[in-house]
């Protein structure tokens, strides 16, 4: 029988996962003793972090997942003969797979859309994206935390200076935020803004200023060492992200996972702007009669625009 037409379900150490499923099936599985295989706490945390950036594990080396993970590069060995791998390559493989099979890069999405059933409609489509934009969300608001909500909308609300930074498509959600937060307070700016570098706008910074950076996988290095930068001067960063192994995570002091897997063609961005939303609605409620004031104001504003243009 072909690997990809075995049944995914819980495995034996002597007949090991063959897809992605089937691990997350195996793990449920070890946790509810459902199955023979013991893992220690370390190997336990590792399993799942693996299993939750399935990129990254299918094309980093032992080296660099322990170092993404905190353990002993042995570690891994051992897993995956605990879990009835013959070896790492082995294990890692499933993950392999996983990408080579279009989970989660660009091209393999589109194609994927082109290659659609042509009875199922644009409608029915567009429907299934809507369920699963919808699934990132409920995703999303599971993995909040209230304490790191709250603390992060009080730093938005009350820094002396907040910027904001993403590239790519990250971009248009730094702009979004800045924009929005700028309505209601001041010194609130992307974080090249005046189009000097970054290396420029970061000098600007000071001890208790705060960077919200956002970016998963690929991850965009220049946007990390942002981050890194900001961090060794004192900048509060938080960051909006996809996973607990995201490189963010370590540097910021509150950071916030969002699921982005979709039919979309590149990663998702509804849950992530959905977050914003609310990020930036908890600080005009933080901000009060404050927020209210900075609205008038720049409503006043632009009816007097609007009237010079007449």
């Known amino acids: 029988m072909p690997p990809s037409s075995r049944a995914p379900g819980p495995a034996s150490p002597d007949s090991p996962p063959e897809t992605l499923e089937g691990l997350k099936q195996l793990l449920v599985a070890i946790d509810r003793r459902e199955v023979e295989i013991r893992l220690g706490a370390s190997s336990r945390r590792v399993l799942a972090v693996l299993i939750e950036s399935p990129q990254r594990t299918a094309v ?45 890069f660009y091209s393999a999405q589109a194609a994927r859309l082109s290659s659609r059933d042509a009875d199922s409609g644009a409608m029915a489509q567009l429907a299934r994206l809507g369920r699963q934009e919808s699934a990132n969300i409920l995703g999303m608001l599971e993995r909040v935390d209230a304490a790191a909500f709250e603390a992060a909308t009080t730093l938005l609300a009350e820094a002396p200076r907040v910027r904001l930074h993403g590239m790519r498509q990250f971009n248009s959600l730094a702009l979004f935020m800045a924009y929005g937060l700028g309505m209601l307070r001041s010194d609130v700016a992307p974080l090249d803004a005046s189009r000097q570098g970054v290396a420029d706008a970061l000098a600007q910074l000071a001890a208790g200023d705060v960077l919200v950076v956002a970016s998963c996988f690929p991850y965009t290095p220049s946007v990390v060492a942002c981050a890194e930068v900001a961090v060794k001067r004192g900048v509060v960063v938080i960051a909006l992200t996809d996973s607990a192994s995201s490189p963010l995570e370590p540097l910021a002091r509150h950071s916030f996972h969002v699921p982005n897997h979709s039919l979309f063609y590149s990663n998702s961005m509804s849950a992530f702007m959905f977050l914003a939303e609310g990020l930036l609605s908890e600080v005009a409620s933080k901000l009060g009669e404050a927020g209210v004031a900075s609205l008038k104001q720049r409503e006043a504003i632009i009816t007097e625009l609007g009237g010079a243009r007449r």
Do not use: K, P, W
Not at 69 to 84: D, E, Y
């Open 60 to 104: 980093s080396s032992i080296s660099q997942l322990a170092e993404m993970t905190g353990v002993n590069a042995s570690t891994f060995s051992r897993l995956a003969q605990r879990l009835g791998y013959e070896g790492f390559s082995r294990f890692q493989a499933v993950f392999r797979q996983a990408v080579t099979d279009g989970e989660h």
